[in-house]
Antibody
């Protein structure tokens, strides 16, 4: 079955760059679209963006200027970079697989990573 | 952005009774070309990632118990949990995938009365 395993730095200082990676097993990263979603402690879910292996991407306009997503098909990994972080970026970050296929993506999330808590504090 | 508003924010239901969660979108999620509503529901238990329950407003994901059902069209949707079980205690979110950015409701917390 599809499994997503995330890793990356959990404590950042303001102005640093958040970097997370999501390893995929049970599916090919080139076969689907992938998303990152975040959840501030005790709050709701915020979509960060989505990407396919071909580089086709959509980002949330609220974060677009600071976000870069990429797919490494050789290692079956998806990555997220968020620059110039502040305390407002403190959240649990999730990678997620979109439904459908990369040719016909369905933009809901049928598999999720375990989540990575990123705390931004000076 | 399409705004998703859930009601209530929380509810307490007795074991074996029905829980009903509403979700309203700021614009229609019904795509006329395929007559499908671009609405999904998720369940999130404490310390866990969300889990997909329903998509296309009413299609149950595989292995989701049939006590979970979704209904509605256009801008008004409902998630119903029939015969609530202890393991259904969670926060439930609706999500629209009609437009970008994808947006979620604020969540509804379901507890046992």
């Amino acid at each position: 079955q599809v499994q997503l395993h995330q890793w990356g730095a959990g404590l950042l200082k303001p102005s640093e760059t958040l970097s997370l990676t999501c390893g995929v097993s049970g599916a090919s990263s080139s076969g689907y679209y992938w998303s990152w979603i975040r959840q501030p402690p005790g709050k709701g879910l915020e979509w960060i963006g989505e990407i396919s292996h071909s580089g086709t991407s959509n980002y949330n306009p609220s974060l677009k200027s600071r976000v870069t997503m990429s797919v490494d098909t050789s290692n079956n990994q998806i990555s997220l970079k968020l620059t110039s972080v502040s305390a407002a970026d403190t959240a649990v970050y999730y990678c997620a697989k979109l439904g459908g296929t990369w040719l016909q993506p369905l933009k809901f999330f049928d598999h999720w990573g375990q989540g990575s808590l990123v705390t931004v504090s000076s | 952005d399409i705004v998703m508003t859930q009601s209530p924010d929380s509810l307490a239901v007795s074991l074996g009774e029905r829980a009903t969660i509403n979700c309203k979108s700021s614009q229609s999620l019904l795509y006329s070309s395929n007559n499908k509503n671009y609405l999904a529901w998720y369940q999130q238990k404490p310390g866990q990632p969300p889990k997909l329950l329903i998509y296309w407003a009413s299609t149950r994901e595989s292995e989701v118990p049939d006590r979970f059902s979704g209904s509605g069209s256009g801008t008004d949707f409902t998630l119903t949990i029939n015969s609530l079980q202890a393991e259904d205690v969670a926060v439930y979110y609706c999500q629209q995938y009609y437009g970008t950015p994808r947006t979620f409701g604020q969540g509804t917390k379901v507890e046992i009365k």
